[in-house]
């Protein structure tokens, strides 16, 4: 039998905040929660990776040298357990059976990150949430995502953002500003364009994982991506 379909979706922290750019809305969950159900009810197998920086990120917290760069990491890290449990309440309030595991043990709340563990919820149609990022300082969201998703063996990482996709200059800032439908890892990594950290690329090139970046704001975008339909917004990084 052909094995299903695995995505990994990484969830900016950010992106839970809405307009105040801080905090956690709910209305932004409930319509997260409702991209994801479409996708595990078209029988995808989901694993998912939300950052904190709607929270706290350590180089913002140890800007100052009162707190530690490898402390700020673990208060970044804890930010994304409280991003992943808010998460995890809303798909299960949408009718989703949810597991958040965390790569730094914390017991009373959720489980510790076991690869094989995580694959068996996948395969019974769980969605995994991992959470507290690879674990280590010095490490994003980003790299931790790419991460995740080779070791469940996905067959891409969607970037969900707030844009259409990659383009070859800041669209704020120009106007003819062109959207790259495809591109590689190299140009992936370009200064202006930047898709995602130059560990989390590099990662990803060696494991020859796709990347997908797209609009988490589009209703049904995710599954028109996975489904590979013309009208998706996205732009893929591949060799
Ligand atoms: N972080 C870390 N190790 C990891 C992942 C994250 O130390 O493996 C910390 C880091 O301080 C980071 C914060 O967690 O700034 C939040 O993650 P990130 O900035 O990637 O979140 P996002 O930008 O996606 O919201």
């Not at 299903?4 to 750019?21: D, H, I, N, P, T």
């Not at 595990?40 to 706290?56: L, S």
């Not at 969900?160 to 990594?189: H, I, N, Q, S, W």
């Amino acid at each position: 039998m052909e094995r299903k379909k695995r995505v990994l979706v990484k969830f900016s922290g950010e992106a839970l905040a809405g307009e105040s750019g801080f905090g956690i809305d709910n209305a932004i969950l409930k319509f997260i929660a409702k991209q994801i159900k479409e996708l595990v009810e078209n029988g995808v197998e989901v694993g998912i990776v939300i950052g904190g920086g709607n929270i706290i990120r350590g180089v913002s917290a140890a800007k100052d040298g009162i707190i530690k760069r490898t402390s700020g990491d673990h208060m970044g890290m804890l930010a994304t357990v409280i991003n992943s449990i808010a998460m995890r309440e809303a798909l299960e309030k949408a009718g989703l059976i949810v597991r958040v595991q965390s790569a730094i043990k914390m017991e009373a709340i959720c489980e510790t990150f076991i690869v094989g563990r995580a694959q068996r919820h996948l395969e019974k149609g769980r969605v995994v949430i991992f959470a507290a990022g690879t674990g280590n300082p010095f490490f994003t969201t980003d790299t931790a995502a790419t991460l995740r998703a080779i070791e469940i063996d996905a067959d891409m990482i969607i970037k969900a953002t707030k844009v259409d996709g990659v383009y070859d200059k800041d669209p704020k800032k120009f106007e003819d500003a062109k959207l790259l439908r495809e591109l590689t890892y190299e140009l992936a990594m370009n200064d202006n364009i930047k898709v995602m950290d130059d560990t989390a690329i590099a990662l990803a090139k060696d494991n020859k994982l796709p990347i997908l970046v797209c609009n988490m704001f589009k209703d049904g975008n995710l599954l028109s991506i996975i489904n590979g339909d013309d009208s998706a917004f996205c732009s893929v990084v591949k060799n």
